[in-house]
């Protein structure tokens, strides 16, 4: 069973706009959540993280959002650039678990059109 | 230049040769771990390490082993490679916790 759910494959946004990219997650003792991005032949890079003890982080023109009754959490984008495209993935660690725990997403496929 | 370097970058091999791929960090780093990446499942972990001598199962372990002798050095063994290992496969290491980990650029391997 997943349990950290991406489920739009991919994306496709124009230059400038907001870019919105959703995860869902099952297991309610996750308290750490992260964002990746990764290129093509490339390894995946970090982007920015969040505690469960907030509800938004902000970075630049990234910011993550965290609903902890929705079990969701969502990376927005603005504005967005070409050089944005690529796979993200969002990551969970559940409360008490060690690095090894980091459980991901099967990512989202970013276009961002000029 | 901190980072995490995997070797080789692309290895094809036959079924039953044992093969190991190598992962070495300069960041100091006591957490490490391996993933592999398929089409349509993400990024799924092998086996990772919390410090020198522990290490402990991923989520999909069968096939594989690793050793920790080392802070710096986290090797993937593949005693008896198999067609469903082709994989694309990342090593990743990480100050702590709750810090992000840091990636390697990828061993894509295919077994034949």
């Known amino acids: 069973d997943q349990q950290v759910k991406q489920n739009s494959p991919s994306l496709s946004v124009q230059e400038g706009r907001i870019s919105i990219l959703n995860c869902d997650y099952t297991?309610?003792?996750?308290?750490?959540f992260l964002w990746y991005k990764k290129y093509p032949a490339e390894g995946p890079t970090f982007l920015i993280s969040?505690?469960?003890?907030?509800d938004k982080n902000e970075d630049g023109r990234f910011t993550v959002f965290l609903n902890k009754s929705a079990k969701h959490l969502s990376l927005h984008i603005v504005p967005s650039q070409p050089g944005d495209s690529a796979v993200y993935f969002c990551?969970?660690?559940?409360?008490?678990?060690?690095?090894?725990?980091?459980?991901f997403g099967k990512g989202t496929k970013l276009s961002v059109k000029p | 230049e901190a980072q995490v370097t995997q070797n080789p970058r692309y290895l094809i091999t036959v079924t039953g040769k044992k093969l190991t791929v190598t992962c070495s960090q300069n960041?100091?780093?006591?957490?490490m771990s391996w993933y592999r990446q398929d089409p349509g499942l993400g990024l799924r972990q092998i086996y990772y390490?919390?410090?020198?001598?522990?290490?402990d199962k991923g989520d999909v372990p069968e096939g594989y082993k690793v050793s920790r002798k080392e802070k710096r050095n986290f090797p993937l063994i593949l005693e008896s490679p198999s067609p469903n290992q082709t994989s694309l496969y990342f090593c990743?290491?990480?100050?702590?916790?709750?810090?992000?980990?840091?990636f390697g650029q990828g061993t894509r391997l295919t077994v034949v």
């Open positions: 990743a290491s990480s100050l702590g916790l709750h810090t992000e980990a840091f």
């Open positions: 297991n309610s003792m996750f308290d750490y």
């Open positions: 969040i505690s469960s003890i907030k």
């Open positions: 990551a969970a660690r559940p409360y008490g678990g060690s690095q090894g725990n980091l459980i």
């Open positions: 960041m100091n780093h006591e957490y």
């Open positions: 390490s919390m410090n020198v001598e522990v290490t």
